[in-house]
C-alpha cells in the first residue's frame, strides 16, 4: 500500500471514488455532491485559504486500486484558538485494515509535524464547524446534508491510533406531531403578554434585511466567547443570497424586541433527501429535481442549524418564546414530519439542554477527537463553556 498527494485529476478524481467501494451495500450512506467536497480543497471558493493551508492524499492497494484517503488541514483562524499548535485530519475513509488506516494518519501527521503542529483533531473539516465535523458514533441512519457518516469499525481506528475524546456532539429528533416541551410553553408565557416582544419568519423578498439581523444577534451573541469571533454584514447578506433557493420562509425566525432583534431560530429542508441518488453528480438534471422536490416542499425532515441569543435577552425565557411562536407555524404548514436539532457540544450544558427539550429523542452522537504528539503532555478535553442559549445547533 501506498499514499500518494493529490496534485492532479486523476487524483483527484480518486479521492472522489473511495467511498463507493467502501459503502458498497450500505443503503444508509448518502454520497455527498462532489462539487461540495471539491470546494473545500478549491482555494478560490474556500475561505479558509485565506488563514491556512490543505492538502489531502489518496491510498493506494497492492493492485494500485483507490483503499482509502485522508485530508490534513492547518486553520490560523483565531475563532478556535488553542493551548499549542493544532491541525486537524478529515475526509478520512478506509477499507477495513488497521494498517491501512494508520499509514494514513501518519501520512497525516507527518505533513502536519513539519508545519509546527503538536495536536490534531479529527474528523474535521477545513471550515466551519457547521458541516463533515465529528465521527458518527452513535445513530447509524441517513445522515442530514453534510453531515459525516462512517462505518462503525472508524472508530476503533481512531482511538487505537491515539486520538482521545475531545468532545461529544449530541443530536436530537422532535417529530411535527409531538407537543412542544412544557419548559419551552412555561418560558413563552413569561414574556408572551409584554407588546414590546414580537417573532416573525423571514420573507425572501427581504433576505438582506434578515441577514442584517442575524449579524446583529450573532456578533452579539458570541462576543467573549471564548472561540468568538464577528460576522461582516456583506459576507451574511452573501450567505442568505446563496441560501434563498434552499429557503422555506416558515423555518427561519427571529424574536424582536421593541423592534430589535434578540435572537433567531434557523432551520433548512434536509437537502439530503433530493441528493440521496444522485451518486455526488450535480448537473442540470439534478439541479432540476432539487428546484422540483424544494418547489412542491415534499420533504419529510427539516434540520435545525443555529441558535442565537444576545446576552441581555439570555434568561428571559426569549428561547421559549421564539420556539413556541415558531413551532405553532412550522406544525400548520404540514410540510414536515421531523425536525433534526444539529449537534450540540457538550461543552455547552445549556444548548445541550435546549436540545433534549426541544427533541424528544436522542438521535445521533458524533465525537471530535484531538491527538497530542507528545504523549507525555496532559490532555484536557474541550472547556465548558459559560452559560450562553447560543451555540450551533
Known amino acids: 500500500m501506498i499514499t500518494r498527494e493529490v496534485g492532479d485529476t ?48 489518496v491510498l493506494y492497494d497492492d493492485n494500485n486500486q483507490p483503499a482509502g484517503r485522508i485530508a490534513a488541514f492547518i486553520n490560523n483562524n483565531t475563532a478556535y484558538a488553542n493551548p499549542q499548535p493544532t491541525g486537524g485530519v478529515g ?35 477545513f471550515g466551519e464547524r457547521d458541516a463533515w465535523w465529528g465521527l458518527l458514533v452513535e445513530g447509524f441512519r441517513p445522515v442530514p446534508y453534510k453531515m459525516n457518516y462512517n462505518p462503525p469499525y472508524y472508530r476503533e481506528f481512531f482511538e487505537s491510533y491515539g486520538f482521545k475524546d475531545y468532545f461529544r456532539q449530541y443530536c436530537f429528533t422532535m417529530h411535527l406531531k409531538d407537543e412542544v416541551s412544557p419548559v419551552f410553553h412555561r418560558q413563552h408565557d413569561m414574556i408572551a403578554h409584554d407588546p414590546a416582544y414580537r417573532t416573525e419568519h423571514v420573507r425572501k423578498n427581504r433576505l438582506d434585511k434578515y441577514a442584517d439581523d442575524f449579524c446583529t444577534v450573532f456578533n452579539k451573541a458570541w462576543e467573549g466567547h471564548n472561540e468568538g469571533r464577528s460576522l461582516e454584514t456583506e459576507a451574511v447578506r452573501r450567505m442568505f443570497r446563496t441560501m434563498k433557493p434552499l429557503i422555506d420562509e416558515e423555518l427561519i425566525w427571529f424574536a424582536y424586541h421593541n423592534n430589535q432583534p434578540v435572537a433567531f431560530w434557523v432551520s433548512l429542508p434536509d437537502l439530503n433527501e433530493a441528493i440521496q441518488d444522485f451518486k455526488g453528480k450535480f448537473g442540470w438534471w439534478e439541479k432540476l429535481r432539487v428546484v422540483a422536490k424544494l418547489k412542491f416542499g415534499n420533504f419529510k425532515r427539516f434540520n435545525g442549524f443555529v441558535f442565537g441569543v444576545v446576552p441581555e435577552h439570555q434568561g428571559t425565557g426569549v428561547v421559549g418564546y421564539l420556539i413556541v411562536e415558531g413551532s405553532k407555524v412550522m406544525k400548520a404548514s404540514n410540510r414536515y414530519d421531523e425536525y433534526e436539532m444539529q449537534w450540540q457540544g457538550d461543552f455547552n450544558p445549556r444548548m445541550v439542554r435546549i436540545g433534549r427539550a426541544l427533541g424528544n429523542k436522542h438521535s445521533r452522537m458524533l465525537i471530535t477527537y484531538r491527538m497530542l504528539f507528545d504523549p507525555n503532555k496532559p490532555f484536557e478535553r474541550h472547556p465548558v463553556l459559560k452559560s450562553r442559549d447560543q451555540q450551533p445547533a
Open 91 to 125: 475526509f478520512f475513509e478506509c477499507i477495513e485494515n488497521r494498517d491501512a488506516a494508520f499509514l494514513l494518519f501518519d501520512t497525516a501527521r507527518n505533513w502536519l509535524q513539519e508545519r509546527g503542529m503538536e495536536a490534531m483533531d479529527g474528523p474535521v473539516n
Open 10 to 57: 486523476t487524483a483527484a478524481r480518486d479521492f472522489l471514488r473511495v467511498p463507493f467501494s467502501i459503502y458498497a451495500g450500505d443503503n444508509n450512506w448518502i454520497c455527498p455532491l462532489n462539487k461540495d467536497i471539491s470546494e473545500v480543497f478549491d482555494p478560490v471558493l474556500n475561505p479558509a485559504f485565506k488563514h491556512g493551508q490543505c492538502t489531502r492524499w
